[in-house]
């Protein structure tokens, strides 16, 4: 196998022989390059390529104006070669052309593109190569061919093997994965020493480790040493969007910052394959390489993470606070962040799971909403929240339909909703009914519903599922006096019910648990926007408040 392929398709040969010229004296020698102006001869070199094995990195398309030919190429892109990054060529005034806007808005939207790419000038173009480079760091990433990058070696892929895959990508640490008796795992293994416990990794620096624990992971990955002996101004608990925002403002700020999390870095954000609507990433960016560079922002102002620790219970230390981790380690500290976020419930339907982000999308629709006019939209979910967004959908959509488990609307979703759900002329609600299927080809183009009644099962057309039932916030471990609404998400500032002890003289800060020190942020606060930008700001907030608590521990101490 050769080099992985840069392939471009335009009809216009002009534009097209621009495109080569570019491509080929910046990537060629790293990358086979080959353009094609017919959009036929294109797939069926993409169908070769898959069917020999062949490594495609970047497809790039033109769609000429009235066709869909251009779409249609990067469909059968996303099956044949699902790692290869697709980006659509479009002139340098598209924004000014409304119906090519509108295309380029749908396409992100529904999956069907990965960005889009100005044709290029046919002198250097740099702009072009930035958005070029910018897809090949990306599908380097996803291949676990990036710079400090470990290999795993295992003797199967299931088993601990799977635990130590399953914890680095929770890590946000490149690796890649080989057997035992292939020919790089027998290459790497020659370096391992005369009996090698399988399985092993490889670090980038050439350490080996055999068989290594999640402790011993933790301490490779840089996890503090003499956790007991180190002060702390703030205990951050979870490292997702929230407590990594929190980190690094904290951190660049001068206080003392310790990250705990029980997997890696990243949260539920880790799950999110492109993140479109972040302030100032305007090509979007994945949730885990978000994450990864907060994370080293973070620790470059100072903060200290240990990952794969779970914390156990938080109690009242005098005026501070003590934090207990499973491993028997107790870590004290002014103040307390909780930053844990939720899990979202699952369809487990493995071919929608496919799909995410290609149509299929966990949360509400606020974001996608404005591109789906036209398009047969489809909500799993029966609370007010699935609701809320049915009605803002069905501004856009030709169709939205409820698909609900419960026998009626009443059983989950308040009144007022339901009645104005009855009344919107383009939503459908289908009670007793739930999603067990469904698939496309590169996106979703269709359902499978069932009936639980009769077990009847019906296949429709669908151009968008939201996925909304529900997700349960990480605050089971957490002490009886920190306040909880119903459904365990965390009260806080004029939230915080009467009934429950308040030990200071002012009031609970806006962010403050009724446990005084202890701020919450993030999804797992009761009244949050579940948004990762709305998380970044309420752990930017939280800053301001840690000040001000840590300022009166000290004055406490000191007059005491």
Same mark, same amino acid.
């Given at each position: 196998?050769?080099?992985?392929?840069?392939?471009?398709?335009?009809?216009?040969?002009? *534009?097209?022989?621009?495109? $080569?010229?570019?491509?080929?004296?910046?990537? *060629?020698?790293?990358? !086979?390059?080959?353009?094609?102006?017919?959009?036929?001869?294109? =797939?069926?070199?993409?169908? /070769?390529?898959?069917?020999?094995?062949? /490594? +495609?990195?970047?497809?790039?398309?033109?769609?000429?104006?009235?066709?869909?030919?251009?779409?249609?190429?990067?469909?059968?892109?996303?099956?044949?070669?699902?790692?290869?990054?697709?980006?659509?060529?479009?002139?340098?005034?598209?924004?000014?052309?409304?119906?090519?806007?509108?295309?380029?808005?749908?396409?992100?939207?529904?999956?069907? &593109?990965?960005?889009?790419?100005?044709?290029?000038?046919?002198?250097?173009?740099?702009?072009?190569? $930035?958005?070029?480079?910018?897809?090949?760091?990306?599908?380097?990433?996803?291949? %676990?061919?990036?710079?400090?990058?470990?290999?795993?070696?295992?003797?199967?892929?299931?088993? !601990?093997? @799977?635990?130590?895959?399953?914890? =680095?990508?929770?890590? #946000?640490?490149?690796?890649?994965?080989?057997?035992?008796?292939?020919?790089? %795992?027998?290459?790497?293994?020659?370096?391992?020493?005369?009996?090698?416990?399988?399985?092993?990794?490889?670090?980038?620096?050439?350490?080996?480790?055999?068989?290594?624990?999640?402790?011993?992971?933790?301490?490779?990955?840089?996890?503090?040493?003499?956790?007991?002996?180190?002060?702390?101004?703030?205990?951050?608990?979870?490292?997702?969007?929230?407590?990594?925002?929190?980190?690094?403002?904290?951190?660049?700020?001068?206080?003392? &910052?310790?990250?705990?999390?029980?997997?890696?870095?990243?949260?539920?954000?880790?799950?999110?394959?492109?993140?479109?609507?972040?302030?100032?990433?305007?090509?979007? &960016?994945? %949730?885990?390489?978000?994450?990864?560079?907060?994370?080293?922002?973070?620790?470059?102002?100072?903060?200290?993470?240990?990952?794969?620790?779970?914390?156990?219970?938080?109690?009242?230390?005098?005026?501070?606070?003590?934090? #207990?981790?499973?491993?028997?380690?107790?870590?004290?500290?002014?103040?307390?962040?909780?930053?844990?976020?939720?899990? @979202?419930? !699952?369809?487990?339907?493995?071919?929608?799971?496919?799909?995410?982000?290609?149509?299929?999308?966990?949360?509400?629709?606020?974001? $996608?909403?404005?591109?789906?006019?036209?398009?047969?939209?489809? &909500?799993?979910?029966?609370?007010?929240?699935?609701?809320?967004?049915?009605?803002?959908?069905?501004?856009?959509?030709?169709?939205?339909?409820? +698909?609900?488990?419960?026998?009626?609307? $009443?059983?989950?979703?308040?009144?007022?909703?339901? !009645?104005?759900?009855?009344?919107?002329?383009?939503?459908?609600?289908?009670? %007793?009914?739930?999603?067990?299927?469904?698939?496309?080809?590169?996106?979703?183009?269709?359902?499978?519903?069932?009936?639980?009644?009769?077990?009847?099962?019906?296949?429709?057309?669908?151009?968008?599922?939201?996925?909304?039932?529900?997700?349960?916030?990480?605050?089971?471990?957490?002490?009886?006096?920190?306040?909880?609404?119903?459904?365990?998400?965390?009260?806080?500032?004029?939230?915080?019910?009467?009934?429950?002890?308040?030990?200071?003289?002012?009031?609970?800060?806006?962010?403050?648990?009724?446990?005084?020190?202890?701020?919450?942020?993030?999804?797992?606060?009761?009244?949050?926007?579940?948004?990762? *930008?709305?998380?970044?700001?309420?752990?930017?907030?939280?800053?301001?408040?840690?000040?001000?608590?840590?300022?009166?521990?000290?004055?406490?101490?000191?007059?005491?």
């Amino acid at each position: 196998m050769g080099h992985s392929f840069l392939i471009a398709v335009d009809e216009d040969r002009d *534009a097209l022989a621009v495109v $080569e010229s570019q491509l080929v004296r910046r990537y *060629a020698h790293d990358y !086979r390059v080959e353009c094609l102006a017919d959009p036929v001869h294109a =797939l069926s070199l993409l169908t /070769e390529l898959a069917q020999g094995g062949e /490594e +495609v990195t970047l497809v790039l398309a033109r769609n000429p104006p009235g066709s869909t030919i251009g779409f249609e190429l990067l469909d059968h892109v996303r099956r044949l070669h699902p790692n290869a990054k697709r980006a659509l060529l479009v002139p340098a005034d598209a924004w000014s052309h409304e119906a090519t806007a509108e295309a380029i808005r749908v396409s992100l939207t529904l999956g069907r &593109i990965d960005y889009y790419v100005p044709s290029p000038a046919a002198a250097l173009d740099e702009e072009f190569h $930035e958005s070029v480079a910018s897809f090949l760091l990306e599908w380097a990433r996803d291949r %676990g061919l990036a710079p400090q990058t470990i290999h795993v070696v295992g003797k199967t892929w299931s088993g !601990r093997a @799977y635990e130590l895959r399953k914890t =680095l990508e929770q890590c #946000s640490i490149p690796h890649t994965f080989c057997l035992a008796d292939s020919d790089l %795992g027998r290459k790497l293994l020659a370096n391992a020493g005369a009996d090698p416990k399988l399985p092993v990794m490889v670090l980038p620096d050439g350490r080996i480790m055999n068989d290594p624990s999640n402790a011993e992971l933790a301490l490779a990955s840089g996890a503090p040493a003499g956790l007991a002996e180190l002060a702390y101004d703030a205990v951050i608990v979870g490292s997702g969007p929230a407590g990594l925002s929190a980190a690094v403002y904290a951190a660049s700020e001068g206080l003392r &910052i310790l990250v705990v999390d029980e997997g890696g870095v990243g949260g539920q954000a880790r799950s999110s394959s492109l993140i479109r609507n972040y302030l100032g990433f305007a090509k979007g &960016i994945s %949730g885990s390489r978000l994450a990864e560079q907060a994370y080293h922002q973070a620790a470059a102002f100072g903060a200290r993470f240990l990952f794969m620790h779970r914390v156990i219970a938080l109690e009242r230390s005098g005026r501070g606070l003590s934090v #207990s981790i499973a491993d028997g380690h107790q870590v004290s500290a002014e103040a307390v962040i909780l930053a844990t976020g939720v899990t @979202y419930r !699952r369809l487990d339907v493995p071919a929608l799971e496919a799909l995410l982000g290609a149509g299929v999308f966990y949360g509400s629709p606020l974001s $996608e909403a404005a591109a789906l006019g036209g398009q047969n939209a489809y &909500i799993a979910g029966g609370g007010n929240s699935a609701g809320q967004a049915a009605l803002h959908l069905a501004r856009y959509a030709r169709r939205v339909t409820l +698909v609900v488990r419960a026998p009626s609307l $009443e059983a989950g979703m308040s009144d007022y909703l339901v !009645r104005a759900v009855a009344a919107a002329p383009n939503v459908e609600v289908r009670t %007793g009914t739930q999603v067990v299927g469904g698939g496309g080809d590169g996106r979703l183009q269709q359902l499978i519903l069932r009936e639980r009644a009769t077990n009847e099962e019906e296949t429709v057309p669908a151009d968008a599922l939201f996925v909304m039932i529900g997700a349960r916030p990480h605050s089971d471990w957490l002490p009886a006096d920190i306040a909880r609404d119903e459904h365990g998400f965390l009260l806080t500032g004029s939230d915080i019910p009467d009934g429950y002890e308040w030990t200071l003289e002012r009031p609970p800060f806006p962010l403050e648990t009724s446990m005084p020190g202890v701020l919450a942020v993030g999804d797992v606060r009761h009244g949050s926007v579940k948004r990762v *930008a709305s998380a970044v700001g309420e752990g930017a907030i939280a800053v301001g408040l840690l000040h001000s608590i840590v300022n009166e521990v000290v004055q406490h101490r000191a007059s005491n």
